[in-house]
């Protein structure tokens, strides 16, 4: 088979391999890097067929030379899977050289070292999981082949303003997933398919469904006052269980709130509006749970517990606290015990206040105004404590669809409180009632979906499922994001675009 190659894709493929040795050795720096390096760049230097060709015309990648680890590992790894995937598209041949050629070369600079760490096997298992990632991305170009339509949408959706879509669809045809528009600015790669994400509220649903189960087994009580689970806030006794996740307990939004008349009355600093500059100087900062709680009990509520609707990230944050109170445990391992490791969700992430996410993923920025210019920085790493169980977990389009099409499926829950979960609440807002951790809609053409969606900074993750789950939509739109949120009538546009062609077949 005839490979083509642009200069692009032969630089990729140098910063791949290359950029792996570098990583290798600046993890291992306290032993002797140079010695590492070269032992590794040896080994690369003897691969044979296109590779060994590829590689020897550059035998460095000398723009990586000078850097933390940190910031190597962020150019690298997704380096590493876009090569791969490059490479299956043509030969899945060369890909097997090629990743059996960068293992070698890894081993070796491991082997070289002094004193090895565990910072260094640390890196050579991200190096091999960015090599693997590649594996979703190839079956997604295959299965995008009896999917044009599909592929179409989406490259169409990345030129109205995205940096990048990925899309995945489980019907009666069966699975697709695919991509479209680039992974980071300046780059040619392609978003994973199958990446991690900040998946924003999509998290509520997650967390409700944990507390339902507790609901089945008769440790939580729906309507029983919230006050009775967590009496250390003086919540008022109207408040329900049921309130908290119906978003009907009239409790302040601890990210602030739009009042009827347009005012707002700010909480802590979010990436958007007056304090948009604010949240990015501070965006490593951790908040505590409870205190955003107490801030948003320090403010008026918006109304008398169960008179209206009102979504506020208050309540799923005393939803947290909840589950841990009953439990004993922290949410991360009642996540892990009750739903991600029984559904088998490798990808699937309770963060805390880590600011990392998973490899592979795509790159998010926001823009602002400073000393009177434009400014765009890379903002894929921040403490995402700001919003807690409001919206903080990473997953990935496969495990969502697993998630969702498990949960409508009767899975997670019994029948009878899955029927709650999804009875519909009014809200207020067109075509957008509100059951228990999830909104239920209508599509154009009359079906009823149950989906809840994130809004993230610079990203939103859809999650969508016919009641029964037996048709899935998840996807993950990345943009440049800003104060002002210029792009969300694109959003919006995109996102009914998507819906209707799945659900509707538009």
Known sequence: MTIIL??????????????????????????????IATAGSIALGSATGLIGHVLADHPEAKDLTGRSVAAIADRVLPALTA????????????????????????????IRQDRPNPATAEMVRKVTGALDAAGADREAVQDGQDRPELQKTIEEIVESGFVGVSLRVHDERGDWAGS??????????????????RIGSNTKTFTATLVLQLVAEGKVELDAPAAGY??????????????????????????GEVYDDGSIVHGIPVPYNTTGKEWVDIRFHTYRPEELVRLALSRPARFEPGTGWSYSNTNYV??????????????????????????????TVVPGASPEIPEPHSRIYYRYEEDGGQQTIDITRYNPSWICTGGDMISTG??????????MGGKLLPASLLAEMCAPHPTGLPNMDYGLGVFVTKTDCGAT??????????????????????????????????????????????????????????
């Open 83 to 110: 090569a791969m995937n490059l490479l299956k598209r043509q030969d899945p041949a060369e890909a097997a050289n090629f990743r059996s050629t960068v293992l070698v070369a890894v081993e070796t600079a491991q």
């Open 6 to 35: 642009t200069d692009q894709d032969k630089s990729t493929l140098r910063i791949a391999a290359y950029g792996a040795v570098t990583l290798m050795a600046a993890a291992g720096a306290a032993g002797e890097p140079h010695k």
């Open 230 to 255: 967590l009496p250390e806030f003086g919540l008022d006794r109207r408040i329900t269980v049921r309130m908290l996740l119906q978003h009907t307990s009239g409790l302040f939004n601890f990210t």
């Open 398 to 407: 496969q495990d969502l669809a697993t998630f969702i099409s498990a949960l």
């Open 180 to 197: 479209a528009g680039v992974a980071e600015l300046g780059g040619t790669a392609k978003p994973p398919v199958n990446g991690h994400a």
């Open 449 to 506: 979906l149950i989906t809840h969606n994130g809004g993230n900074v610079a990203s939103m993750t859809l999650m969508y499922s016919t009641p029964d789950g037996g048709k899935t939509l998840t996807a993950v739109l990345n943009w440049v994001d800003d104060a002002g949120m210029s792009i969300a009538a694109v959003v919006r546009k995109a996102q009914h675009r998507l819906v209707n062609q799945v659900f509707c077949g538009e």
């Open 318 to 347: 005393l939803a947290r606290l909840l589950i841990e109170k009953v439990t004993g445990r922290s949410l991360a391992e009642e996540m892990q015990r009750r739903i991600v490791g029984p559904l088998g969700l490798s990808g």
